[in-house]
């Protein structure tokens, strides 16, 4: 088995930088949203498609990032 | 170029591709995402996972001799076994699994150089097959904490400037715009970073692909800090994996003596009552 289609890019979600990786393993679609800084794993999905994985991973990174407080230095 | 100071700590994917199943190597994933490992994994690795299997899950602390001792024999590693790490996030929580294989004196212990990442971009054979680990009877040594910073020696770096402190979080972590990665939930009561340390974000220390960067781009980096290797050196994070990250590089890659590893990082420093906060960027 291989992982086949990998693909990796950058994108904005609720003003954090996102790395989004996805790729597909047998029939299945599978995604995985970073933030750029640190470079931490917001969430892990799978999909039908490229799309409905990155979708929901865009999705389920936003309601994270969401929570993060800004504090006043 | 210059080569790295201990280059057998590394191996490339290309060298688990070709040896990963040799009977003397175990090859293990140690992620960030403990979910990560079910999904597709190197053909032949076996998981630890990072909250349950290398810490004690009652007190806060590393693994005891005893079990890390039972984790290895569990695991079907001997004393003169290859350990071989990898993982997610650029190998954070394989640097941690690294370092205390390394406190527990595991002689032939190694990262793969890029982690997970890499082995999945290159498109290389994964698995879904969980291996079973023939038990072993495995002896550690007793912990070399010259390789782990506690509280007391952090307060002395910091009040005596006895040692290099290095802060290997995000700028906005290092600055207390945020408590914690966006997006993770906080878990300190206050923000900022450890007075006299220079912010060196872990990720500074790596290429896109995961792998790390040359030696000599590696010492200018730090070099350009004041991190040369002629004074102690303790590198922290939040909780001990990011700068598990930054340890290795500075000790195995960069050839530093003495560099310790704050595995309490700022969840100690960050929750301790009176203890003193910088704000603001690194001066």
Known sequence: ????????????????????????????????????SPGAT?????????????????KRAEELLDRTKRHTV | MAEYAHP?????????????VDPKVRVVEVDVDTKAYNEAHVPGAIAWAWNTQLCDTVRRDILSQQQFEALMSASGIAADTTLVIYGDNNNWFAAWAFWQAKIYG?????LMNGGRKKWLSEGRDVSTDTPHAAAAEYR??????????????????????????VDVRSPQEFTGEILAPAGLPETCQRGGHIPGARSIPWGRAANDDGTFRPADELRAL????????SKPVIAYCRIGERSSHT?????????????????????????LVGAPVERGAAV
């Open chain 1, 42 to 58: 917001l969430c892990r999905t799978t999909g039908a498609s490229r799309e409905d994985a990155e979708e929901k991973a865009l």
């Open chain 1, 1 to 36: 088995m291989k992982i086949e289609e990998h693909q990796e890019r950058k994108v904005a979600v609720d003003g954090w930088e996102v790395n989004l990786t996805s790729y597909r393993l047998g029939a299945e679609w599978h995604a995985k949203a970073d933030n750029v």
């Open chain 2, 8 to 20: 057998e700590a590394l191996v490339s994917t290309e060298w688990v591709n070709q040896h990963g």
């Open chain 2, 106 to 110: 595991h002689k032939d212990v190694r």
């Open chain 2, 222 to 229: 730090y070099g350009k800090e004041g991190i040369d290797g």
């Open chain 2, 140 to 165: 550690a040594q007793a912990a070399d904490l010259s390789l782990r910073a506690f509280l007391p020696q952090v307060q002395e770096a910091s009040a005596r400037h006895s040692a290099a402190l």
């Open chain 2, 247 to 271: 340890w290795f590089v500075l000790k195995y890659l960069l050839g530093f003596d003495n560099v310790t590893n704050y595995d309490g990082s700022w969840t100690e420093w960050g929750n």
